[in-house]
């Protein structure tokens, strides 16, 4: 059995094994035990502080298998993704150079510098176990956020952002780093995020160029990679979209990975969630019904799982006991439910953006 919950000082042995095997290492997760120490106590501040609209919130979850006594993955919320210092990305834009006396007219790609994503709640640092990739608990680890957004709207902003990690070449460099940030830093991909992840990334933004590139002195392989997922989020990133994410203009400032966002009352969580009061029945008298992922009420006890979506007639959704108390909730209290299966989604672009 398999639930999301706010991580806790003792998941932190969890934390670095899955820090060190994500693939590939990520900025926001670093494999550094102080780091990920201070995550935790960050998280556990903020799920006991008031809160009336987002700051400098920081909440980590953990995928725990209770069979297994594990944990096996990690999910973040940042309520406000420049909220101690602008979040920088680059921002892809088009520019026009002409010339009446010659008859010439250009369209020229560039990237600028922007810090556009600062207000918006980032969710990141997402590591699961490779034994359960492909599984429900992929699904419920990376939308199990969203439901606790959907539930504390207040400490959240109304704009949602996913950077995903860009395309790595066969040596695990990044074409678009070689071509761009080497150049001012003279050293390799995997250093320097090793180096943002266990400071910040606001020292790359103050030692890169304030202009704009012009994709077109680019190398072809750094200008193949904007907007290039990494193969291994390529699903994740397919699932975000179903769920309402849009891809912006906006890239990594490292790897020019895609960063999506989203109005978050447009996603389907959203749209699709539902209260229910709960009526407990034992698991072999459950109709049979579609999976769905169901959240209690609880701000620093929140727990999300996947259970049937099996309603009464009267709108009671019918839990098996063992769900009912891994969720901390007893007949009659309401729980959020949502659909766990999404529609195909549309690789679009912002049309705010286009």
Same mark, same amino acid.
């Given at each position: 059995?398999?639930?999301?919950?706010?991580?806790?000082?003792?998941?932190?042995?969890?934390?670095?094994?899955?820090?060190?095997?994500?693939?590939?290492?990520?900025?926001?997760?670093?494999?550094?035990? @102080?780091?990920?120490?201070?995550?935790?106590?960050?998280?556990?501040?903020?799920?006991?502080?008031?809160?009336?609209?987002?700051?400098?919130?920081?909440?980590?979850? /953990?995928?725990?298998?209770?069979?297994?006594? $594990?944990?096996?993955?990690?999910?973040?919320?940042?309520?406000?993704?420049?909220?101690?210092?602008?979040?920088?990305?680059?921002?892809?834009? +088009?520019?026009?150079?002409?010339?009446?006396?010659?008859?010439?007219?250009?369209?020229?790609? +560039?990237?600028?510098?922007?810090? $556009?994503?600062?207000?918006?709640?980032? !969710?990141?640092?997402?590591?699961?176990?490779?034994?359960?990739?492909?599984?429900?608990?992929?699904?419920?680890?990376?939308?199990?956020?969203?439901?606790?957004?959907?539930?504390?709207?207040?400490?959240?902003?109304?704009?949602?952002?996913?950077?995903?990690?860009?395309?790595?070449?066969?040596?695990?460099?990044?074409? &678009?780093?070689?071509?761009?940030?080497?150049?001012?830093?003279?050293?390799?991909?995997?250093?320097?995020?090793?180096?943002?992840?266990?400071?910040?990334?606001?020292?790359?933004?103050?030692?890169?160029?304030?202009?704009? !590139?012009?994709?077109?002195?680019?190398?072809?392989?750094?200008?193949?990679?904007?907007?290039?997922?990494?193969?291994?989020? $390529?699903?994740?990133?397919?699932?975000?979209?179903?769920?309402? &994410?849009?891809?912006?203009?906006?890239?990594?400032?490292?790897?020019?990975?895609?960063?999506?966002?989203?109005?978050?009352?447009?996603?389907? +969580?959203?749209?699709?969630?539902?209260?229910?009061? /709960?009526?407990?029945?034992?698991?072999?008298?459950?109709?049979?019904?579609?999976?769905?992922?169901?959240?209690?009420?609880?701000? @620093?006890?929140?727990?999300?799982?996947?259970?049937?979506?099996?309603?009464?007639? +009267?709108?009671? !959704?019918? !839990?098996?006991?063992?769900?009912?108390?891994?969720?901390?909730?007893? $007949?009659?209290?309401? /729980?959020?439910?949502?659909?766990?299966?999404?529609?195909?989604?549309? @690789?679009?672009?912002?049309?705010?953006?286009?």
């Amino acid at each position: 059995m398999l639930v999301v919950r706010p991580a806790k000082p003792a998941d932190l042995p969890g934390l670095e094994r899955l820090a060190g095997t994500a693939t590939p290492r990520l900025t926001n997760l670093p494999a550094h035990r @102080d780091r990920l120490e201070e995550r935790i106590s960050r998280s556990q501040r903020s799920l006991s502080r008031e809160v009336e609209f987002p700051g400098e919130e920081s909440y980590t979850f /953990v995928l725990e298998d209770l069979e297994r006594g $594990e944990v096996v993955g990690t999910a973040t919320i940042r309520a406000q993704a420049g909220a101690h210092e602008a979040y920088y990305t680059y921002r892809q834009e +088009t520019l026009i150079h002409a010339s009446q006396q010659l008859n010439v007219r250009r369209e020229v790609q +560039t990237l600028s510098l922007s810090h $556009e994503v600062s207000e918006a709640t980032l !969710l990141c640092a997402l590591s699961l176990d490779s034994r359960y990739k492909g599984t429900s608990a992929e699904s419920l680890l990376r939308r199990a956020r969203l439901m606790f957004i959907a539930q504390y709207p207040e400490r959240f902003a109304e704009i949602l952002a996913i950077a995903f990690p860009g395309y790595l070449d066969g040596d695990g460099e990044s074409p &678009f780093w070689n071509s761009v940030g080497r150049h001012f830093f003279v050293r390799g991909y995997q250093e320097i995020n090793h180096l943002a992840g266990v400071r910040s990334k606001s020292f790359i933004a103050e030692v890169m160029p304030q202009f704009p !590139l012009y994709l077109p002195l680019l190398t072809p392989q750094a200008r193949a990679a904007i907007g290039r997922e990494h193969p291994h989020h $390529e699903t994740a990133l397919d699932e975000m979209l179903a769920e309402g &994410f849009v891809r912006s203009r906006h890239v990594d400032i490292f790897d020019a990975g895609p960063v999506i966002k989203a109005e978050r009352e447009r996603l389907q +969580t959203f749209r699709r969630s539902t209260w229910h009061p /709960v009526r407990v029945r034992p698991a072999s008298s459950l109709p049979d019904a579609e999976p769905a992922m169901i959240a209690n009420q609880k701000l @620093d006890g929140f727990r999300c799982v996947v259970a049937r979506y099996a309603l009464s007639p +009267t709108g009671q !959704l019918m !839990l098996s006991p063992e769900h009912a108390e891994l969720l901390g909730v007893e $007949e009659g209290r309401a /729980v959020l439910a949502a659909p766990l299966a999404l529609p195909i989604g549309e @690789d679009i672009f912002d049309e705010g953006e286009l």
